[in-house]
């Protein structure tokens, strides 16, 4: 398997049910998140920037 394979499973997995152990802890913009649906919070792992990626998306 390679890592690309590994990586795309993991993942893919994480979004069809919570892992928590995929956690990074971060502190989001509460405002911001009142903008995304309770089924995407619930499997959100701190990856990346939610709040600049919902600005970005209402910018649009």
């Known amino acids: 398997m390679t890592i690309e394979t590994a990586v795309l499973e ?10 928590p152990e995929l956690c990074c802890p971060v ?13 995407i919070i619930e499997k959100d792992y701190g990856c990346g920037d939610l709040p600049l990626l919902l600005a970005i998306t209402a910018q649009a």
């Not at 993991?10 to 892992?19: D, F, H, K, P, T």
């Not at 405002?31 to 309770?38: A, C, I, Q």
């Open 10 to 19: 993991r993942y893919s997995a994480g979004a069809e049910l919570v892992q």
């Open 27 to 39: 502190d989001y913009d509460r405002t911001l998140l009142k903008l995304l649906p309770p089924e």
